[in-house]
């Protein structure tokens, strides 16, 4: 007796081969709807419309009663509950074995919605109750919302049938809370956060050898790809979201950012992607060995062979030369990820911070600030020049990136020192000014937080800084002004603090 599938998908790849096996390997019988229906009728692969389906039974199937006690009936039987094997009888109508639904994923939905309602009635009723009701009966049926389990299900063994079922029931509890979520947004509710995470593969082990540790796909996870080099770990993960972040602040011009364990240790613009790179390297020589690199634009076989002379564990780039890519070739140590997701559009992605603490669940949008020009002020009687104010630009965006407390000093777009991690504002200046020795002259000094003291000033001082930029608001910003001013330092403030633990 022929098995019998029920077919309805948004996603048609692979499709074409799948459903031909299904009929003439396996003889299946095909029941499918709308323009499932009709793709499958276009390729000239035997299949039913779920209406004449209906109709057979004496029953319109767009009354969503008769779908209802047609197809869910044929998706139950043979499970614990009997009342869908009468039905069957009544009906005449055989069983399903094999249930193959997915819907349109969340992107998808949120871009092709104009408004609330339109999202609202977007909804997917009928396919999300479908693949419970095939989860459910995962002992008879096996239930397939992913195109990557195709084959693997069609010889599925009752083990093999419970681990879809698993993915069928996530992916439906995953796609409610989507949906609760949205609607919460518009109604303002702030009450409940809903989190649902697909699991995509276990990691080597997480920050050290003896954690476990796995990632998971997540809603606005962007489009990536390992093009040379082994799986990604878990730190390596960690520091290519680093790096991404950075040179993402300066996706249209030519930077190169160098992150060692989550912390940057050197960043530049260059005229080239070379100059850029060699002036991020000079910053930091020793932390930038063993260190993740992420690049602006694509990578070149100049850069290349830079790269491919010294220790690098991760590279991260919008694109690489075929020849850049064919010298990396004969080096399995350094893995090339590729971001087919744009920088700028990277920007743009709204991600939130979750942190789980025995003390509760801490959540928190993403620090994307931005430099407020109705914030943005000098606050001295020195007036830094053009060229100045530019550097200073450029070292707020990598202080903002930095571990709190945090100083940058910068010249000519080339970060001189990164201090980071002190526990007061103090230390990070004078470790900043120690470290860039001669190179703090005429530089420029960013301050993830506001100076609480004149002594940050008289370090500035003696380290020959021309410009400040910090968030100001301390109980003594006058006093600072004024030392500013007697030394002949200028100040910009921005009213943003850009705390990072």
Known sequence: MKRRAFISVYDKAGLIDFAK??????????????????????????VIDVEEYSNNSGLLSKDFDAFNETIFAGILANSPDTRELEELERLALKSFDMVVVNICPFDRLILDSKNIEDLVEKI???????????????KNVTVIIDKVDYYVALNANEFGRLKLAVKAFNFTAAYDNF???KLAEHAGEKSFKTLS???????????????????????GMIDYEVVNGKELTFNDILNVTEATNLVSEFYDVNCVSIIRHTKPCGVALGRSL?????????????????????????????????????????????????????LFSDNSQIKLVKLNTSLKEYRRLTVEEVILTPFGALIQDRN????????????????????????AIFAWKVVKHAKTNAVVIARDFKSVAIAQGQTNALSAVEWALNYA????????????SCLPAEDCIYSAVQGRISLIIQPGGSIKDQKLIEVCDKYGIAMITTGIRNYRQ
Request: hydrophobic share 35%.
């Open 21 to 46: 096996n299904l009929v003439e390997k396996f003889d299946y019988e095909i029941v499918a709807g709308g323009d499932t229906y009709e793709f499958l009728k276009n390729a000239e692969i035997e």
């Open 124 to 138: 997917d009723i009928a396919g999300v109750a479908l693949l419970r009701a095939g989860a459910k009966n995962y």
């Open 179 to 181: 949906i609760c979520s």
């Open 197 to 219: 995470f697909e699991k995509l593969n276990d990691l080597r082990y997480g920050e050290n050898p003896h954690q476990k540790g796995a990632i998971y796909k997540s809603e």
């Open 274 to 326: 070379y100059d850029a790179y060699t002036k991020a390297f000079d910053c930091d020589p020793v932390s930038s060995f063993y260190g993740t690199v992420g690049f602006s634009k694509t990578v070149d076989v100049e850069v290349a062979k830079h790269l491919n002379s010294m220790a690098v564990e991760v590279v991260v780039a919008p694109d690489y030369d075929t020849e850049a890519i064919e």
């Open 368 to 391: 994307n600030s931005e430099l407020d020009k109705n914030l943005f002020k000098v606050v001295t009687r020195e007036k830094p020049t053009a060229e100045q104010i530019e550097d």
């Open 437 to 448: 020795c001669d190179g703090s002259k005429e530089a420029v000094l960013a301050s993830d």
